[in-house]
């Protein structure tokens, strides 16, 4: 993506847009004062800073944040980025829209995210592994398996929680360390974590789309769709969806954009990405595109899954599509979301499209907690329910409140959240 | 010009400090930041029934000497590195004491004027429930602020303990310290700060082969502190020449009794009127002769404009932040030595570290005991904080952050980086 897209200087910041939409939801179903006061705040900010020592001998200081936004349903679980634009804003949206995700999927957890601010590349291995495990140090116990679970982000990986939780586990009694490695999510398979969550956040996407296809008696076969980044979320959304006989067009990422109107083959691409840094850029089988003219593809289904801010007052009215499926976490602004209600684009929008990688992150909580190991039938059959639902419920509440589907959705969160408060209290 | 503030100040002091001891970059970083800033925001029912939420906010300095322990303020609104400060100075004061405990601050940003007991004990309640395991008795303690005081600290004790199990409960009473005698506060609470300031000054003295009869002070504040630091000098032979308030000046070169002016300012409020000494103006109050001039009263007394009236052989901080840094060179071209906050005004450090151990070993010490204890700490730091004056040929204020930062130093040095 060029720097149009990456869009560094926002004219409304990621956390304006989480209140915005809150609060027209909010508006709608007449959310007692009392709870809207409370949920539209966050509950914990931390900040850390925290000394680590470099390979050449030398002491760095970094910073690093955790922000709680709510735990009315469950312990908060959320994602760490290690990303040098990591700022306090950013990060309360992102713990915001998880705590709206597991309400939506109705899974027993609260919203988190965090972050350190540096760019993970210009560091060694070994210098990841010292600033991950004295980050999760200085987090002490504002982390914890019933307390606030952490879980991969942009940069972060198995590898990097694997550490995390070895680090948090050497702060608790020995004979209490394996019931803690629930601690965070998203580990390698051989130290806690689930199979299919590697490809969870895809699948939920597809299993949206299905369903999406089913409400509308639309043929997905011979259908074609676009896809905004090729990273973990892009790339399996593109190859689950091949087997519904749906045609990818185009995809663009970092490096540029690439067009075949014949058809793109995901895994092939992905090969290709795998033994080019990761990037698609040179890819032969598929023409290269100008950046500016990608969204303007004409196709069934859009699927950004990159950064935020996608969606705007610029590029939504080049759209040609009937549904964008929200990968990311919010690539529309408010604006881009009015120019699609005008459109009549169809929306999956994030909190409910992307939440197949909190719901596996819960289930490798709980096989952890239980002692226990689903194989990947047990993971997708769970998976599917549990987003099926999700999809049921937001597509009822659109219904009943004759609203577009990104108000429907915060419209359940919301209900299920009031409902809690109202029986559980505010204490003291 | 404008006076410089508190964090301005103590990064002065910091980096003087820094230079003389050679401190190492690795040092000097890891000291310069705090460790870890929580902000959260809380709901609190008035008692109308409306619900406000209120924002609750919590900075941990370093704990590398012992848990943090830091002031728990109740203040409208805040600048952020104000508070950093405020924690950092919870830090110097406890390393130049031989305290073994590290520094931070906690704020609840509001007016506690607008709110009635029954609020404020919720409010406190529900900040003391969210901070949960971010405070402790081994890890973070808490201790009386800006607008709060002993009964705070019971409402915090109680909500504290209320999160652990019965039969633990009592495990944890050292989680706050200030809190009413009847509830675990130790005994001679009142008299800390004034005792160690009279220590000070008595030490001093005869730290230059003359004894408090030889001695003649001025006082600025009459509060707690002012009223011990006078009780116990003249109870020691020293004379009480002179001592302003809010209100007025008086002066009176033949000797003053404090007893029998806290009795004049239970009737009258205040110093006013007092009819066994001479009403004098701030300016002559200031230009008096004697040998020690206690600032007890206010931030920034000794400034660029009242420094060169001084006739005094030594002056000493009573609260913080009463002497501007600006002062440092005039003072010392003038010869007036001048004994810093983080030295003098840690009575209530001392003390709260001696509730503290007093809750964790389930003891109740004696008055003589708290006494003794409290000399006995004071005149050990003033030899430390003068080994240290000497060796580096500086002054009183620079050698209290030498002695501060060479402990924090050594305990750095001798545990490498975790992991």
């Known amino acids: 993506m060029n720097d149009d897209f990456i869009n560094k200087k926002k004219e409304t910041t990621v956390y304006d847009t989480v209140i915005h939409q809150f609060n027209k939801a909010a508006d709608m179903i007449n959310l007692e004062p009392n709870i809207r006061k409370i949920l539209a705040r966050t509950t914990n900010e931390i900040v850390v800073h925290f000394p680590v020592k470099m390979d050449d001998g030398e002491v760095e200081m970094f910073t690093g944040y955790r922000v709680q936004h709510n735990n009315a349903l469950g312990p908060y679980k959320g994602g760490l980025r290690f990303h040098p634009l990591v700022e306090i804003?950013?990060?309360?949206?992102?713990?915001?829209?998880?705590?709206?995700?597991?309400?939506?999927?109705?899974?027993?957890?609260?919203?988190?995210?965090?972050?350190?601010?540096?760019?993970?590349?210009?560091?060694?291995?070994?210098?990841?592994?010292?600033?991950?495990?004295?980050?999760?140090?200085?987090?002490?116990?504002?982390?914890?398996?019933?307390?606030d679970i952490p879980a991969p982000d942009v940069n972060t990986n198995s590898q990097i929680m694997a550490w995390m939780m070895d680090t948090y586990l050497s702060t608790i009694q020995p004979h209490e360390r394996n019931r803690c490695i629930h601690v965070v999510t998203g580990k390698p398979i051989e130290s806690g974590g689930s199979i299919g969550r590697d490809k969870a956040t895809g699948q939920g996407i597809v299993y949206t789309i299905k369903q999406w296809a089913a409400l509308k008696k639309f043929n997905l076969k011979n259908a074609t769709y676009f896809v905004q980044g090729f990273g973990n979320v892009g790339s399996w959304a593109s190859i689950l969806l091949k087997p519904s006989g749906a045609k990818l067009l185009g995809v663009q990422d970092v490096s540029g954009s690439i067009y075949n109107e014949k058809g793109i083959d995901a895994n092939d691409l992905l090969e290709y990405v795998k033994n080019n840094k990761g990037m698609i850029k040179g890819y032969s089988k598929a023409a290269p595109m100008n950046n500016q003219e990608f969204l303007s593809i004409k196709a069934d289904i859009f699927i950004p899954s990159a950064l935020e801010n996608q969606i705007t007052k610029k590029t939504a009215p080049n759209l040609k599509v009937k549904l964008v499926a929200e990968g990311a976490n919010g690539p529309t602004d408010i604006e881009g979301d009015h120019i699609l209600q005008e459109k009549n684009i169809d929306l999956i929008p994030d909190i409910l499209c992307n939440a197949g990688g909190v719901i596996v992150s819960y289930f490798e909580w709980l096989q952890n907690k239980r002692s226990e190991f689903w194989d990947l039938k047990e993971v997708d059959s769970k998976l599917q329910h549990i987003i099926t639902n999700g999809f049921t419920r937001v597509a009822t509440a659109a219904k009943k409140h004759k609203t577009d589907w990104r108000t429907a959705a915060y419209i359940v969160a919301l209900d299920h959240l009031k409902t809690v408060y109202k029986e559980r209290g505010i204490f003291p | 010009m404008k006076e410089t503030t508190l964090p301005d100040r103590m990064n002065t002091y910091f980096n003087q400090a820094a230079r003389l001891l050679q401190l190492t970059p690795k040092a000097k970083n890891i000291i310069k930041k705090n460790d870890n800033e929580i902000t959260f925001h809380f709901p609190a029912i008035m008692d109308n029934g409306d619900l406000i939420m209120i924002t609750g906010y919590k900075i941990q300095h370093n704990n590398i000497l012992g848990p943090y322990k830091g002031s728990l303020h109740y203040l409208p609104l805040s600048d952020k590195r104000i508070m950093q400060a405020l924690a950092m100075l919870k830090t110097w004061k406890a390393a130049v004491m031989d305290i073994p405990m590290g520094g931070s601050a906690g704020v609840v940003f509001i007016d506690p004027s607008l709110f009635s007991f029954a609020e404020l004990e919720r409010i406190t309640r529900r900040y003391i429930f969210d901070l949960g395991l971010n405070i402790g008795p081994e890890y973070d303690i808490v201790e009386p602020g800006i607008n709060t005081n002993s009964q705070i600290m019971a409402w915090v004790h109680d909500t504290y303990l209320l999160s652990f199990p019965p039969h633990e409960r009592n495990l944890y009473t050292h989680i706050a310290t200030g809190k009413p005698v009847a509830l675990g506060g130790?005994?001679?609470?009142?008299?800390?700060?004034?005792?160690?300031?009279?220590?000070?000054?008595?030490?001093?003295?005869?730290?230059?082969?003359?004894?408090?009869?030889?001695?003649?002070?001025?006082?600025?504040?009459?509060?707690?502190?002012?009223?011990w630091v006078s009780s116990l000098l003249c109870k020691n032979g020293a004379k009480f020449i002179g001592l302003e308030d809010k209100h007025c000046s008086?002066?009176?070169?033949?000797?003053?009794?404090?007893?029998?002016?806290?009795?004049?300012?239970?009737?009258?409020?205040?110093?006013?009127?007092?009819?066994?000494?001479?009403?004098?103006?701030?300016?002559?109050?200031?230009?008096?002769?004697?040998?020690?001039?206690?600032?007890?009263?206010?931030?920034?007394?000794?400034?660029?404009?009242?420094?060169?009236?001084?006739?005094?052989?030594?002056i000493i901080d009573g609260i913080d932040n009463s002497t501007d840094g600006k002062c440092s060179t005039l003072l010392h071209e003038k010869g007036i030595e001048h004994i810093p906050d983080i030295f003098s005004n840690t009575g209530l450090e001392i003390i709260g570290y001696f509730e503290w151990l007093q809750q964790k070993r389930s003891e109740k010490w004696k008055l003589s005991q708290v006494n003794e204890k409290i000399s006995r700490r004071v005149i050990s730091a003033f030899h430390r904080v003068k080994q240290k004056k000497e060796q580096f040929n500086t002054d009183w204020k620079t050698a209290a952050y030498v002695t501060a930062l060479s402990r924090i130093d050594r305990a750095l040095s001798a545990l490498p980086l975790y992991p």
């Not at chain 1, 998880?98 to 027993?108: D, G, L, V």
């Not at chain 2, 000054?201 to 001025?218: P, V």
């Not at chain 2, 007890?296 to 060169?308: F, G």
């Open chain 1, 89 to 147: 804003d950013e990060v309360r949206a992102l713990a915001t829209w998880m705590t709206w995700k597991s309400a939506i999927s109705s899974i027993p957890l609260g919203g988190a995210k965090g972050g350190i601010q540096f760019d993970p590349h210009k560091y060694s291995m070994d210098e990841l592994e010292r600033i991950t495990r004295r980050f999760t140090y200085a987090l002490g116990n504002n982390i914890g398996p019933e307390y």
């Open chain 2, 186 to 227: 130790s005994l001679g609470s009142d008299k800390a700060p004034g005792q160690t300031i009279y220590t000070i000054i008595k030490e001093w003295q005869h730290d230059r082969g003359k004894d408090l009869s030889k001695l003649t002070f001025m006082m600025q504040g009459f509060g707690n502190t002012g009223y």
């Open chain 2, 250 to 314: 008086i002066f009176n070169p033949s000797g003053m009794d404090p007893e029998d002016i806290i009795s004049y300012i239970q009737t009258h409020r205040s110093i006013k009127g007092y009819p066994r000494a001479q009403k004098i103006d701030h300016e002559s109050f200031i230009s008096k002769k004697a040998t020690v001039l206690i600032l007890a009263a206010a931030e920034n007394q000794i400034n660029k404009k009242t420094v060169s009236l001084l006739n005094t052989d030594l």
